[in-house]
């Protein structure tokens, strides 16, 4: 009903660039903050890159700022996250999830918590 399909991992060697995709079917995604998350081996998930609902705020984690953006249109239902300047840390599943803004969203925009739906995730995999 409500679903959230990423694409656009694989393996990509260090230094190399990756866009990854989630695309929403069932609801419209301009109503919700996007999250990209990732968890690699032997870690929890976290989440990296997330944008609001209207687009005008955006959160990175330290280890991806300046290196991934995260973008959304709504024309086309879709986010995306732009990958570049990979490093074998990078390595891990990726999800993007979708929450229901409310007042204190943008104080925890990528936390994992204030995410209600959940893509089935993708593989990206840094190695030369």
């Known amino acids: 009903q409500l679903q959230l399909v990423e694409s656009g991992g694989g393996l990509v060697q260090p230094g190399g660039s990756l866009r990854l995709s989630c695309a929403a079917s069932?609801?419209?995604?301009?109503?919700?903050?996007i999250g990209w998350f990732r968890q690699a081996p032997g870690k929890e998930r976290e989440g990296d890159s997330c944008?609001?609902?209207?687009?005008?705020?955006?959160n990175y984690a330290d280890s991806v700022k300046g290196r991934f953006t995260i973008s959304r249109d709504n024309a086309k239902n879709t986010v995306y996250l732009q990958m570049n300047s990979l490093k074998p840390e990078d390595t891990a599943v990726y999800y993007c999830?979708?929450?229901?803004?409310?007042?204190?969203?943008?104080?925890?925009?990528?936390?994992?918590?204030?995410?209600?739906?959940w893509g089935q995730g993708t593989q990206v995999t840094v190695s030369s």
């Open positions: 999830a979708a929450g229901v803004p409310h007042p204190l969203l943008l104080f925890r925009l990528c936390v994992s918590t204030e995410y209600d739906y």
């Open positions: 069932g609801f419209t995604l301009d109503y919700y903050a």
């Open positions: 944008i609001s609902s209207s687009g005008g705020s955006t």
